[in-house]
């Protein structure tokens, strides 16, 4: 690893630090992802069919976890184990679910749907992200980003919490972006409604939130002995960032990081000593290191915030679970 000053500098240098440049000049590499076992463990990661997710889904199988892979398309996540498969020397267990993380009845249903198979949970990292390129609403009237973002990560970590409490130093683990540095929490208009929509601003404002929230579930699951951390991978190529920002893609692909760069702190957070990682609740982690959530002054929200925003999501999914319901003959 680099010195606490060299790695400070690439930090805040942004591009070096994010890119592949930035992994290899603090002396990280793949196969040391792995800090320690998870043999007998379960883990849940979302948007699994490719990129970090596979990525992120590989490193825990290498680590011995019982791994299961949550889909949106099937056939994707097929391809993904496939591939997976191929790269594990050992035998891998590889679970395959899919659900639409954009519909909050689907994602409740699977919650349910797995609690009844799995009694415990060790590991839940919540990868699946949404940058879509115009303003869209799903059944239910959220903008599609918030709803795959935020809303759906905070239903299944709700509904995860029982299993969780029965873990083995349990961790929730949410995958953030750099682009959150540019965001400030809106509370009064937590989906933008009163904006023009812009994808990538949309996207930074829904990473944002999914750091402020991870700090209130840190502070609410403590006591349960669940850690609960979010991350960023840097700048990683992705299909999602191939698709979604393919400008920026074409220009930086020389320097991009590949998948399992971008994953390395999933599975490095994943697999650490309990008294390495859980000193730090609630942190913004990359490259296996806490990581300021703030560089600019305008961005910083206060506590009352954060739970503000917090009560906010556990409203919307409440009334969205009691339409549910309503809906269910």
Not at 27 to 43: D, I, K
Not at 117 to 132: Q, S
Not at 279 to 299: I, M, S, Y
Request: aromatic residues 6%.
């Amino acid at each position: 690893m680099t010195s606490r000053l060299l790695d400070s500098l690439l930090d805040l240098s942004v591009a070096p630090g994010y890119t592949k440049v930035g992994y290899r000049l603090r002396g990280l590499s793949w196969s040391s992802a792995t800090a320690g076992h998870l043999t007998g463990s379960v883990a849940l990661v979302t948007g699994a069919s490719s990129g970090l997710g596979e990525a992120a889904c590989e490193g825990l199988a290498r680590a011995g976890a019982r791994v299961h892979m949550l889909v949106r398309d099937l056939e994707r996540g097929r391809a993904a184990r496939e591939r997976i498969r191929s790269r594990l020397e050992s035998d891998s267990h590889l679970e395959l679910h899919s659900c639409d993380l954009a519909d909050l009845a689907a994602v409740r249903s699977f919650g349910r749907r797995f609690t009844a198979e799995e009694r415990r949970l060790d590991v839940l990292v919540h990868n699946a992200g949404l940058l879509p390129a115009e303003r869209q609403r799903t059944e239910d009237g959220f903008e599609v980003a918030f709803a795959t973002n935020v809303l759906s990560p905070f239903v299944l970590t709700s509904l995860l919490v029982e299993a969780l409490r029965l873990g083995h130093h349990p961790r929730v683990i949410n995958v953030s972006s750099g682009g959150m540095y540019t965001a400030r929490l809106d509370v009064d208009d937590p989906q933008l409604d009163e904006r023009e929509f812009d994808g990538p601003s949309f996207y930074a404002h829904t990473k944002r939130a999914e750091v402020a929230l991870t700090e209130v579930w840190a502070a609410r699951l403590a006591d349960l002995g669940i850690g609960c951390h979010s991350m960023h991978p840097g700048w990683v190529d992705t299909p999602g960032l191939a698709r979604s920002l393919p400008r920026f893609h074409r220009l930086m692909r020389p320097l991009l990081r590949d998948a399992r760069e971008g994953a390395d702190t999933i599975v490095w957070l994943a697999t650490a000593d309990p008294e390495e990682v859980d000193e730090h609740p609630g942190a913004f982690w990359h490259d296996r290191r806490p990581r300021p959530k703030h560089l600019l002054p305008r961005t910083r929200e206060s506590r009352q915030e954060r739970q503000r925003f917090w009560a906010e999501c556990a409203r919307l999914a409440a009334m969205t679970e009691q339409q549910t319901n309503e809906r269910t003959p």
